[in-house]
Each structure stands twice: as C-alpha cells, then as structure tokens.
T-cell receptor, first 112, second 112 residues
C-alpha cells in the first residue's frame, strides 16, 4: 500500500544550525512533492513545491531536494531560528489528480 | 485580503446530532477540500470538489456530506453516522494543486 513516512520523533536543534527533515515514500510515483508548515491549532501553510524532474529547490533559508530513485525528499532550514519551531508536513501529488496525500509531519524545536 | 475562512473555530456536538462546518474562500479558487486531522495522524481527505455542483469522496467520506452550490463555499456536514467525529477539521482551496493549497484556520469539533 502507499505510504509516506516522516520522522515521528521531534527534531531538536540549536539556533543557527541547519535543520534537516526527511520524507520517504513507498508505492508512489509522485509528480511533485510539497512541504508545509503547521503551527499548533492552525492550518498548514504552503512553503515549497518540487517537481519530479527537479533535484533541488530553494527559497530564502529553505532548501528542498527530491530523489525519485531513493524515494525521498529532504527539507533543510539553514540558520534556524526559534521562530522556525513548528510541525513540517510533506505532501505528495500525482499527475492527473488534484488531491494531495500528506505525511504525519515532524515537529521541529529550535532552542536559543 | 484574500483568504479562506472556517467557522466556527470550536464546535461542541451532542451524540446523535448533525453539525455543519462552514468554509468560505474569496481567492477565486476552483478546487476545495476537506481534511480531518487527529493527534499523531496525517491529514486525511474527506471530500473534495473541483467545480461547482460536483464533488468526490475522499478516503474517509463515510458519515460526512458536502455541497458545492457556489464557487466560494464548501460546507461540510458531520452526520450522526460518523462514529468518531471528534477531530480538527481543515478546509483548503487551490487554483491548481501544483501551486500549493491555501488552508483555513480549522474547526475543532468535540462530541460531548
């Protein structure tokens, strides 16, 4: 069956370091992958999209990689700040369908 | 400002009652979605609509109903047939899923 896996354990890092979050998937052929940020009690906020034919995408301090051979996406936040503390969700989309399938998310905690 | 509005933010329902959650968007988006989020779970798709007067079941549609009479509005009814309705409900919209979803701030439904 189709599966999206994100680390269920929270990631704790110090301010200024690079945070790296992982999204693995099985039995999928995604056309694109998206990352969202979710704060407690709020709706997710779209951050980045990367397509299957793209290796890497950047936006300010954010970087996403997409390896369709490894079936994995990595999400990096450089020079992390306490304000980056949140849960980060990855979501996969397939060609021809408008719906996304979401992972359970990984909580990131950045300490001063 | 363009956005997507969910109401109410908190909703309490007695067992056996139907309740309707409101979702309105002024983004001129064609597609709208309802997701359910439970603690430790990813977002699960309940229903979605890509055009007015048309909608499709998602992965967990049983016990729910929707309507899409206007482009701006996509209300969700949680019926008494839904066995475990206590959850955080999220509405989203998009002009094209390649560009990411815009989410509302959610409705937390509790059965008392």
């Amino acid at each position: 069956s189709q599966k999206i896996e994100q680390n269920s354990e929270a990631l704790n890092i110090q301010e200024g370091k690079t945070a790296t979050l992982t999204c693995n998937y099985t039995n999928y052929s995604p056309a694109y992958l998206q990352w969202y940020r979710q704060d407690p009690g709020r709706g997710p906020v779209f951050l980045l999209l990367i397509r299957e034919n793209e290796k890497e995408k950047r936006k300010e301090r954010l970087k996403v990689t997409f390896d369709t051979t490894l079936k994995q996406s990595l999400f990096h936040i450089t020079a992390s700040q306490p304000a980056d503390s949140a849960t980060y969700l990855c979501a996969l989309g397939t060609a021809g369908y408008s719906t996304l399938t979401f992972g359970k998310g990984t909580m990131l905690l950045v300490s001063p | 400002d363009g956005g997507i509005t969910q109401s109410p933010k908190y909703l309490f329902r007695k067992e056996g009652q139907n309740v309707t959650l409101s979702c309105e968007q002024n983004l001129n988006h064609d597609a709208m979605y309802w997701y359910r989020q439970d603690p430790g779970q990813g977002l699960r798709l309940i229903y979605y609509s890509q055009i007015v007067n048309d909608f499709q079941k998602g992965d967990i549609a049983e016990g729910y109903s929707v309507s899409r009479e206007k482009k701006e509005s996509f209300p969700l009814t949680v019926t008494s047939a839904q066995k475990n309705p206590t959850a955080f409900y999220l509405c989203a919209s998009t002009s094209d899923s390649h560009y990411g979803y815009t989410f509302g701030s959610g409705t937390r439904l509790t059965v008392v």
